[in-house]
């Protein structure tokens, strides 16, 4: 049966969580396998919203194990706030998370880290989500992080905590000129969030490689998107794990060719948050209604996203480095606001063989109109039904992308999505 890898395919925020739930149902297991709290999973389940940021997206469907592998980056206090949402909701989620004992822990003192450098950047801000994730990762490369299994061991969690305290208060105070953080501020919360996660520690490369030979259904979930990969990404205002198919064998422990399903999900339009270039980017009235037509404001940050047309020369990148099977087309309603549809289909003067994420800032890229469809498409339950002019619009997209539409989303309910 294999993995069935679900990845964002632009700058994130393209509708994973929704895609993951809809799949779920069918899962023995969901495994996230990059990034960690700067993640925001939307699922609508009637009139109830959830915003998902460490657990995996399945955790709403019962009965599906949901596993955070090796190559997140775990907020214990995080983690153990959105479990206790999730319980007072009437999710009862502890015996269904399985967390990775290789994972590293991101301390309190890394997301104070990540405003600090953030706020003292001058010209070169990332716009990050302050959720500590840049530096702790730097930290596990750099072979002074926490793994999650410090945890298990009370005392060699607390010499670790102090030992990498004074590590990060050198830089702190030497090189901010900021206040040291202080042990006592953080450590009983830290303590509590730990007494509840130490259960759910595992090992789950050995689980996922079990399942696979149970040939159980697996879902990988990604986090962010192919453009916002750490090497792969517009570097340096990319986010510093992989969140493309390329990261799913090294986040969760498992053989790359256990991949036997990759659905690339793209917005019907492109969004961004942060900083970084965005060739298609509408800084006019149009960009406008595409923010407020869509709700594009951050989940997990609330800034206001930035909007632009699709563009299918990114997509094509990102398609094909990943190796994407199929492709799933989110919020293709919100487009019913417009007359008029741009898609960029190339840049001026591109070379083909060498597309240099680092400098897309300076491209021009080029446009075909596509009439609008001015009508809601929100109750359509086949490809079919929808108007002539949306079926060209998705149709110009598979061919650029040169993958096939599996499914496209109408609304933000579970119910709103139609099968090609
Ligand atoms: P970081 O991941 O918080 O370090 O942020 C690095 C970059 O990735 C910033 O531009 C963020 O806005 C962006 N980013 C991080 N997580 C998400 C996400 O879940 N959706 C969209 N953008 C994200």
Redesign the pocket.
Known sequence: MGIHAIVGGQ???EGKGKIVDYFSADADVVARYQ?GA???HTVFIGEEQFILHQVPSGILSPGTRCLMGTGMVVDPVALAEEISELQDRGIDCLKQIGLAYNSHLVMPVHRIMDGISEDHSQDQT??????G??PTYADRHARRGIPVATMLDADRFRAATKEHLRYANTIITKIYNQEAVKFEDFWDTLQQARELILPMITDVSHELIQALHDEKNILSEG??GVL?DLDFGSYP????SHPGTVGVSVGLGVPSNAITRSTGIFKAYCTR????PFPTELTDESGEKLRESGGEYGA?TGRPRRCGWFDTVLGEYSASMNGFTDICITKADVLGAFEEIELCTSYKNQDDSFLNLQQIENVQPEYTSYPGWNSDIAAAKSFEEFPEELKSYLEAIERKLNTPISIVSTGPERTQLVMK
């Open positions: 700058w994130g925020d990034g700067n993640a925001g990332i716009g990050t989500t302050r959720r994730i840049g986090a962010q916002l205002y990319v986010t510093s948050v942060g900083e970084g997990t």
